[in-house]
């Protein structure tokens, strides 16, 4: 009978304490902030379709999480916005990374939903959101930011690394210049003899740099780069100054999520020494690396090998004595996503070591 009446007084005082704060989520949120173990802060950059599933697994883990991707795409829908709007951040990496922390599953399909029919065949529902955003704040970036953080309810924030759009420039092996991420990648594909050798940006400078994003990786406790493409997604982020200075500076702990195979239309190699020395080039230096070291199924392996033929999975090449050397923690397991038909991280594996690394730095 004791544990009967203390059973009705706990539940009576949980539906009391849900209608005082409106709903369940609120009440939760109140929990987390005032109760509940400091979770952290955790930023990740990079861009495509790499970080924002990593996402997905990072928001259950941590109490604040910031996503920071480029502003050079201009392929696919965004692409095609881009042409109609010139004055617009491009808006698919950001649509991708707002999906991926949404915790609403009806929201997350209505960003990324896609027209199959007429002129708006492609296009994703949430890019256009994300335009009348944008164009309704007065490419205010702040602005747009509470707007969605009203929508959406996300508990972090989804911010491009400047505050205006840039063009990727790559100079290549054989000389020659090509502008645009789309033309370098098509360029790269149909010209298997000839690799990027540096990258800048054109038409963007330090001063068009997002100071949110600045802010965040000093104040963050873990940064976590990648996975994704080197030369489109993550390396841009980090040709703005003052984002690599803001990055060299944090205190926070630096993880690299290393791709699990190579990307021919960037980067044919497929060591991992030649992605760390790439990212070693423009400044870049890490605290723990993240590598999956479980086969992949050969199905899932023939369509890509099928594909392209200059797809390899990327190898672990590191000695104890590089490690040492550059100060690095390698990490190797199984952080393949299982039920997927592509290769891909399971984010919510690797989201877990994140966390556990983490904590092992909380004195």
Request: aromatic share 12%; proline share 2%; hydrophobic share 40%.
């Amino acid at each position: 009978m004791f544990f009967l009446l203390i059973f009705i007084y706990l539940f009576g005082l949980y539906i009391f304490l849900v209608k005082f704060f409106k709903n369940e989520e609120n009440l939760k949120e109140y929990i987390s902030d005032n109760f509940l173990i400091k979770r952290g802060k955790v930023v990740v950059i990079g861009g495509g379709s790499g970080i924002s599933n990593i996402l997905r697994g990072i928001k259950n883990e941590f109490d604040y999480v910031v996503s920071i991707s480029t502003v050079t795409d201009d392929g696919g829908s965004t692409g095609k916005i881009l042409k109609i709007y010139e004055d617009i951040l491009p808006v698919g990496d950001l649509r991708n990374c707002l999906a991926s922390l949404s915790s609403n599953e009806v929201l997350q399909k209505l960003l990324q939903y896609r027209f199959d029919r007429g002129e708006l065949a492609g296009h994703a529902l949430g890019n256009f959101i994300l335009l009348a955003l944008y164009k309704i704040s007065n490419n205010n970036l702040s602005l747009m930011g509470e707007y969605i953080n009203n929508i959406f309810k996300i508990k972090g924030v989804v911010l491009p690394s400047a505050k205006r759009r840039g063009i990727l420039v790559a100079y290549l092996s054989n000389n020659q210049v090509v502008k645009g991420e789309t033309n370098i990648n098509e360029f790269i594909s149909s010209n298997p003899d000839v690799c990027i050798d540096k990258i800048y940006l054109e038409d963007l400078t330090d001063e068009d740099v997002n100071e949110q994003a600045i802010d965040n990786i000093l104040t963050a406790d873990i940064i976590v780069v990648g996975p994704g493409s080197l030369y489109s997604s993550i390396l841009p982020n980090f040709l703005l100054t003052p984002i690599l200075n803001a990055y060299k500076n944090s205190k926070a702990t630096k993880i690299y999520i290393s791709n699990i195979m190579n990307q021919p239309n960037e980067i044919k190699q497929y060591k991992l020494s030649n992605y760390l020395e790439i990212l070693k080039k423009y400044g870049l230096s890490f605290d723990y690396i993240l590598f999956n070291n479980k086969p992949i199924k050969k199905d899932i392996l023939d369509k890509y090998f099928n594909k392209e033929k200059f797809y390899k999975i990327i190898e672990n090449d590191l000695d104890l004595d590089y490690l040492n050397k550059n100060k690095i923690v390698l990490i190797e397991g199984d952080f393949i996503d299982d039920e997927s038909d592509l290769i891909r991280h399971d984010s919510f594996k690797v989201s877990k070591i994140i966390k556990n690394i983490y904590l092992s730095k909380i004195p």
